[in-house]
C-alpha cells in the first residue's frame, strides 16, 4: 500500500501520481458539503454568478458534521453517501476541484470528468465519525451558514485517512476490490 | 384489578436516556461480533477498515460524543401491556420531547416536509410504531439509524410461488447494490410475509435482535446462514474495499401472507448500528 501526505490546495503533479487503492493523509483546507449546497452551487453556476467557495485545486469533502462538543474543533464528522453528489460534481471538477471525499460509489459521468479534469475521489471510512473528527483541527460555516450542518464548512484537516478509489487514470478500487475474495 | 398507573414523565426520561446512551455506545454482541471479524478478516485493507471502526467506537464511548454523526430519525417500537394506564399528559408528546432532549447536542438530521424540505431544528418528530401487548408493562425499544443504510433498502412483491431460491437472488442484490453505500459491514434485516407496509416492519424489527441469536423457527436459521454465506461470497467486504466481512449477520422475521404474494422487505443497518431497549 503507497502512502502519500498531502497538503492542500492540490497541484495537478499531486493528484496524477496517484493510483486507485493508496492511502491519503490530507492536511489544509478542506471544504465540507453536502446536497442542498450542491444544488445551489450548481444554481449560481448556472445563473453565471461566482461560486461563495474557490474551487481551484481545492478538496470537497461530502460532510454535514455533527455540532461539536467542548474541547473538539468540531463533532463527529464521517463522509456521507458521495453518489448524491453526481449530478453537481461535473461542473466544480470543470473549474479545476482537484479531489472530492466521501464514501460510496460514483457516477460513469463524474469517474470520466475525474480522467478529463485530472481530479481524483477518495473515500474515508464511514461510521467512524467520531475517529474522523480528530484529524479535523478548525471548522465554521463559510457559507450559506442558514442552513445549519448543511451550509459549506471551512474545515483544516491534519492527516485526515483516505483512500484513493477512483484516479486520474481511470483506475477504479471499488470495481476491482471484491475479485480476490469472491467466491462462485 | 385495576391498571398500573405509569406517568408519561417516567416514559419521556427514559426514552431521553436510551437513546442518549445508544448514540456514543454500540451493542456489546455487534462489538464482538466486529472483533471476531478483523481477527479473521483475509482482506488487508478490509481488516484496517475493521481496526478504524472498533477504534471509533472506543473513542465515541470514552470522550461520550456521539459514534456516527448521522444519528437519524429515531424508529421506536412501543409496547404498552393493556393493563397500563399512562397518566400525565400524552405519550405521543412525551416521545417528542425525549427525542428533542436527547438531541440537543446531536445533529438536526430531520426536514418538516419531504418536498419543501424545511428543517425541524430538533430532530423531532420520531417515526413511533405502536402495539397494544398483554401485561402491565411498557416496553421501548429503539433504533437510530443513519441514512446512508436507511436509502439502499427495498421491498418487493414476489409471487406466491416465487420461492426461497427468489428471496436469496432478490437479497444478495439489495446488498450488492448498496455496495459501499451502506456502510459494511452490514446487518441485514430481512422481511418475508405480511402485506406490503407489514413485510417493511418486519425487515426493520430484524435489526432489534441481538447478534448471535439465530430464528427461532429452523428452516428460518437455515436461511439466515445461507444468506450470510451467499452475501459474504461477494467479497465486498468492509466499507466495499474488498474481504470476507460484508455482512455481520442476517435477521430474518416473517408473518403470514396472501395466497397470492411472497413480500420481501430488506432493510440494511450500517457499521454502526445503534440499538438499545428499555421496560418499564
Excluded at chain 1, 458539503?33 to 467557495?53: K, N, S, T, W, Y
Excluded at chain 2, 455487534?30 to 488487508?44: C, D, F, G, T
Excluded at chain 2, 456502510?183 to 426493520?204: E, H, N, Q, R, Y
Aim: contains cysteine; charged residues 25%; glycine residues 8%.
Amino acid at each position: 500500500m503507497r502512502e502519500w501526505h498531502l497538503r492542500t490546495p492540490l497541484r495537478e503533479e499531486d493528484v496524477v501520481r496517484l493510483r486507485a487503492g493508496d492511502w491519503v493523509y490530507l492536511s489544509g483546507v478542506v471544504y465540507g458539503a453536502r446536497d442542498v449546497a450542491h444544488q445551489r452551487m450548481a444554481e449560481a453556476l448556472l445563473r453565471g454568478e461566482a461560486l461563495p467557495i474557490p474551487v481551484e485545486g481545492q478538496v470537497l469533502y461530502y460532510v454535514g458534521p455533527a455540532p461539536a462538543k467542548a474541547g473538539w474543533a468540531v463533532g463527529p464528522a464521517g463522509p456521507t453517501t458521495s453518489g448524491r453528489m453526481d449530478p453537481f460534481t461535473v461542473p466544480l471538477l470543470e473549474r479545476g476541484l482537484k479531489a472530492t471525499v466521501g464514501k460510496g460509489t460514483r457516477s460513469q459521468e463524474v469517474k470520466e470528468a475525474l480522467v478529463r479534469c485530472r481530479a481524483v475521489y477518495l473515500a474515508t471510512v464511514g461510521g467512524a465519525a467520531a475517529l474522523l473528527a480528530r484529524h479535523i483541527v478548525r471548522a465554521y460555516p463559510v457559507a450559506y451558514p442558514e442552513l445549519g450542518t448543511e451550509a459549506i464548512w471551512e474545515l483544516e484537516f491534519r492527516e485526515f485517512p483516505a483512500v484513493v478509489v477512483n484516479d486520474a487514470h481511470s483506475g477504479d478500487l471499488y470495481a476491482i476490490a471484491s475479485q480476490p475474495y469472491a467466491r462462485s | 384489578m385495576a391498571p398500573r398507573r405509569l406517568s408519561v414523565d417516567r416514559v419521556r426520561e427514559a426514552v431521553a436516556a436510551l437513546l442518549q446512551e445508544s448514540v456514543t455506545r454500540l451493542p456489546a454482541d455487534y462489538l464482538e461480533a466486529l472483533r471476531q471479524a478483523e481477527a479473521r478478516e483475509e482482506s488487508p485493507l478490509g481488516r484496517r477498515m475493521l481496526r478504524m471502526l472498533l477504534e471509533n467506537a472506543e473513542l465515541a464511548e470514552r470522550e461520550g460524543v456521539a459514534t456516527c454523526q448521522d444519528t437519524g430519525v429515531p424508529v421506536l417500537f412501543v409496547q404498552v401491556g393493556q393493563d397500563v394506564h399512562l397518566t400525565d399528559g400524552s405519550l405521543a408528546e412525551a416521545l417528542e420531547e425525549a427525542v428533542r432532549e436527547a438531541y440537543r447536542d446531536l445533529r438536526k438530521s430531520v426536514v418538516r416536509d419531504p418536498l419543501l424540505r424545511e428543517n425541524t431544528g430538533d430532530n423531532t418528530p420520531p417515526v413511533v410504531h405502536y402495539e397494544i401487548v398483554p401485561g402491565d408493562r411498557v416496553r421501548i425499544a429503539a433504533l437510530v439509524k443513519g441514512f446512508g443504510a436507511e436509502m439502499t433498502s427495498a421491498l418487493r412483491m414476489l409471487p406466491a410461488t416465487a420461492g426461497e431460491g427468489e428471496v436469496k437472488r432478490f437479497v444478495v442484490e439489495v446488498v450488492q447494490r448498496a455496495g459501499p453505500n451502506a456502510c459494511p459491514p452490514v446487518i441485514v434485516g430481512v422481511g418475508l410475509g405480511s402485506s406490503f407496509d407489514g413485510v417493511a416492519v418486519l425487515a426493520k424489527k430484524a435489526l432489534l435482535r441481538p447478534l448471535g441469536l439465530p430464528n427461532p423457527k429452523p428452516h428460518l436459521a437455515r436461511l439466515e446462514g445461507e444468506l450470510l454465506d451467499a452475501i459474504n461470497a461477494t467479497g465486498l467486504g468492509p466499507q466495499g474495499l474488498g474481504g470476507r466481512f460484508t455482512a455481520l449477520a442476517v435477521h430474518v422475521e416473517s408473518a403470514p401472507t396472501h395466497i397470492a404474494a411472497l413480500p420481501v422487505a430488506v432493510n440494511l443497518n450500517c457499521s454502526a448500528p445503534r440499538r438499545a431497549e428499555v421496560v418499564l
